[in-house]
């Protein structure tokens, strides 16, 4: 049994919750509560953890075999022991305060002991010796990637594909001993992309110090998620993974442009995918008196946290929409001290379908602080930018045409080897000059276009052509066919619902998943 047939027979699991009163958005979470329990009994069995980290009367062993309303007053009993440390009379259980951080608040929605005991019976028949081949941690991956491709579960707005994830750190190098930071983790996506990287590097850190094996561990990797339920997902990532942490483990939790990003020292690295969208209320996105620019755009608010937080030198990675680009007013503003303190070197044009929200048109920036040529340079660093379109003449990508590696291997080739943008580069991919899809841009060019970095060239042949669209008429005609579908999905996901959602007023839309 392959990885992608657990996450299949895992996901399969969630047809038994519905019938719980138990959504899509809320299924992952519901699911991985018990499904942590299990894997670090697997891990353990398998000699892969020094100790149990998990209680006595807190494990596995404590849950399979029993059955009825005191298997599920059990579970119940297990998850407050775990969130507060202590059982029904007070008395100590652990004092283990990452155990504490990832059950915080956790409690069981399911009412009926035989779904909890059917997904225990699911749980223990899976193969799991197969699975530890390719990684607990990577089986639990898959499993928050299913959880996003799946529409109905709400959670794939921000979630990065992996692929990306893994052709940035690529393309930024991360070594041993430097500070890596994402400040809005979601489920941890880059920070264990990143550990995964260094330790494909350095032997699994074998090769490193004990000392510097236990930065590794505990002090090289620090992330901020806003919404606890991303939060509890990620700390079990980063944990299947390795990855501990201080004692709030790796993600801590709050908000990047408040009081909790404010606090963060300076990284050497920052891989992000920030949240889209603006603030309620047309509001400043954030409470921070250190960003200079105020801004009801999340996007901006959290690159002037990105760009600022980096250490003299340090380097950047950030996924962010178009409207960054072009937008007027502070985002020119934004963009213009962007270049001034950072070498803005590369920009990637990333093609539309590769999230799991679709038509969201997105950018990589990849920037240092300081110029490439002298770190401690603040002023004026950007002198050129690179800009590989990676989204003209593009197949449509969608689950029948996944997004991949293959996709991004020009673009790493173009972009060269050295993580701050210095290799030898020509415009010289996929054509010469304006048929290329990576050319140079100077300062200047950028200032003569209203410092929009807004820039595209290429003639895309998947682009309708005014002259060529159909009479008004026909327009009007497909728009309503498609608006009539629409509806028809609409009424038919409403059916699904389950009378208690209805009876609150419809379904909950929540922070998507994002790392």
Known sequence: ???????????????????????????????????????????????????HPLPAGCRWTDLNGKSGINLLNDYKRILLSLSTGKDADANLVHQDPLISAIYADAQTRLREPRHLEQMIRTLDQIDWFSAQKDGLGDLYEGLLEKNASETKSGAGQYFTPRALINSMVRCLKPQPGEVIQDPAAGTAGFLVAADQYMREQTDNYLDLSAKDAAFQKNQAFVGIELVPNTRRLSLMNCLLHGMEGDDEGVVHLGNALG?????????DIILANP???????????????DLTFKTSNKQLAFLQHIYRNLKPGGRAAVVLPDNVLFEAGVGTEVRRDLMHKCNLHTLLRLPTGIFYAQGVKTNVLFFQKGSATDPLQAENCTQRTWVFDL????????????????HLKPFEEAYGSDPNGNSPRTENVDGIGELSRFRCFTRQQIAERGDSLDISWLKDDNAMDAADLPAPEVLAGEAMAELTEALKELEALMGALVPAELEAGG?????GVRG
């Open 259 to 267: 009081e909790a990003g404010k606090s963060l020292p300076r990284a």
């Open 391 to 406: 989204r003209s003449n593009m197949p449509s990508f969608g689950k029948r045409t996944p997004f991949g590696d293959a």
């Open 1 to 51: 049994m392959t990885n992608n047939d657990i996450v299949q027979k895992l996901w399969n699991l969630c047809d038994v919750l519905r019938d719980d009163g138990i959504n899509y958005s809320d299924y992952v979470t519901e699911l991985v509560l018990l499904l942590f329990i299990k894997m670090v009994h697997e891990n353990t069995e398998a000699g892969l953890l020094e100790k």
């Open 275 to 289: 949240p889209f969208g603006t603030s309620k209320g047309g509001e400043a996105s954030n409470t921070r008196d």
């Open 507 to 511: 379904l909950k839309l929540e922070d």
